[in-house]
């Protein structure tokens, strides 16, 4: 299994950005997929997440209204547009997938892991 994030940037505050995960290695019907962002010295948290299909999205409160989650189940993407950016968004962000539908927000749910896309946002 691959998923491979893509995307990352350096923009100014208010701007937006479009990460891609591009996921491969089996069929992800049944898995659900997160994004994390991770700045230094700081946790890894959640971000948002949506199930293959997209039946189920969820985001974290510091971007709900700003962040949109989205897949495209014949390209095997899924979508995480960035608008209204702020500095305090600036984080490597990793997607992730995982089949076990509880405590998505949890990092330790989840099975696979992209290698990361660094996004900075200047104020």
């Known amino acids: 299994v691959q998923l491979q994030a893509s995307g990352g940037g350096l923009v100014q505050a208010g701007g937006s950005l479009r990460l891609s995960c591009a996921a491969s290695?089996?069929?992800?019907?049944?898995?659900?997929m997160g994004w994390f962002r991770q700045a230094p010295g700081k946790e890894r948290e959640f971000v948002a997440g949506i199930s293959w299909y997209g039946g189920i999205k969820s985001y974290a409160d510091s971007v709900k209204g700003r962040f949109t989650i989205s897949s495209d189940n014949a390209k095997n993407t899924v979508y995480l547009q960035m608008n209204l950016l702020k500095p305090e968004d600036t984080a490597v962000y990793y997607c992730?997938?995982?089949?076990?539908?509880?405590?998505?927000?949890?990092?330790?749910?989840?099975?696979?892991w992209g290698q990361g896309t660094q996004v900075t946002v200047s104020s």
């Open positions: 992730a997938a995982t089949r076990r539908f509880e405590a998505l927000t949890s990092s330790q749910v989840y099975d696979y």
């Open positions: 290695g089996r069929t992800f019907g049944g898995y659900y």
